[in-house]
């Protein structure tokens, strides 16, 4: 396999699932964790290595190291393996999307913000999805129609805080997630719901139904549920481990255990509630989102523009989900008509937030 992200969270569980199932690991990609990526290089010994600079990829003792987003496109294209993991964050993770499907691979894709960016460009055959409430979903419509699919959400770092401290929460309070470790950058859209946001966009791609919704189950024990025609409702159930769907995305059919089995009397109890923008503003603008999902790519980059505002000390916790629905209204006539238009947007959007 091809691994754009080894060094990240997805990417160390990536390499968990290949080492225990014996699966070559042709290239690795990395950004700026070099004494993470070397470790990686003696272990898995892969033909290609890229990472995010010319400085970073002189420190690297390997006959065929790439640099930057181009290196990224060049890994991909002299590889010979036929998956794609793309662990990437953020909007740069779309670009190896489209060239990986390009050259005639399968993504196994955990950045969502290539759907969330640009779903309406991208052919769903082409992927297997690792987010894990997608994968739940996938597991339980086994090719059937459904009626209705809901997603779960944790409710984020803030789910049990007074509402009114939240606005000025700290960088350490909402890298907090309750339940599961992941990079920053998600667990920041896990804090103000808009990882959710992106998930019901991410699932209206891949499976085709507009009738998604979300409620917060605080254990994320249960990833994903089905409404079928007939009235049953089927739920996938899983302890929060990404090593399930991850080892699903590569292999497609698992017959040993990759988990422990959840233990409902241990579970004891489970309790749901609804998202509500008084807790999580950003949920306002779902039903025009899910009516208009070419705009996502608005939404994509207003957000990472905000969370780098609001990681560099620029702006305050609760200003992120209102730069993002400033720049909504802003670009509410956007339409894309082509992957190249959802780049020029992208930048477009940025500019915008920039000068916010
Ligand atoms: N973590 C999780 O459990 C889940 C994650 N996802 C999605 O998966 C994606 C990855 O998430 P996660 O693993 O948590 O994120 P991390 O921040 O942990 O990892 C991101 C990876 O991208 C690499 N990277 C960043 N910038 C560059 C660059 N310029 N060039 C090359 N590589 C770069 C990082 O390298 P380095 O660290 O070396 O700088 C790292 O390997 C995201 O889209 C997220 O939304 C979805 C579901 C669950
Ligand atoms: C593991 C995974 O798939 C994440 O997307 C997770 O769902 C994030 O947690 P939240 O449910 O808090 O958004
Ligand atoms: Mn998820």
Known sequence: MVLLGSTGSIGVNTLAVAERFNIRVEVLVAGNNIALLKEQIVKFQPCFVSVATKELAEQIDHPRVFWGEEGIVKAIRNSSSSIVVNALVGFLGLRPTIVAIEEGKTVALANKESLVAAGAFIDPKHLRPIDSEHFGLWYLLNGRIPKKMTITASGGAFRDWPIEKIEHATLENALKHPNWSMGAKITIDSATMTNKLFELLEARWLYGCENVDAIIEPKSVIHALVEFADGATTAQMAHPDMKLPIAYALMQEVNVPVLEPVDLLRVGSL??????????????????????PKRGVVVNAANEAAITKFVEGRIAFGDLPRLTIAAYEHFSGVDPQSIDEVFEIDREVRRWCETR
């Open 271 to 292: 309790e749901f509630r609804e998202i509500i923008p008084d807790r999580y503003p950003i949920w306002a603008i779902k039903e025009d989102l899910l009516k208009h």
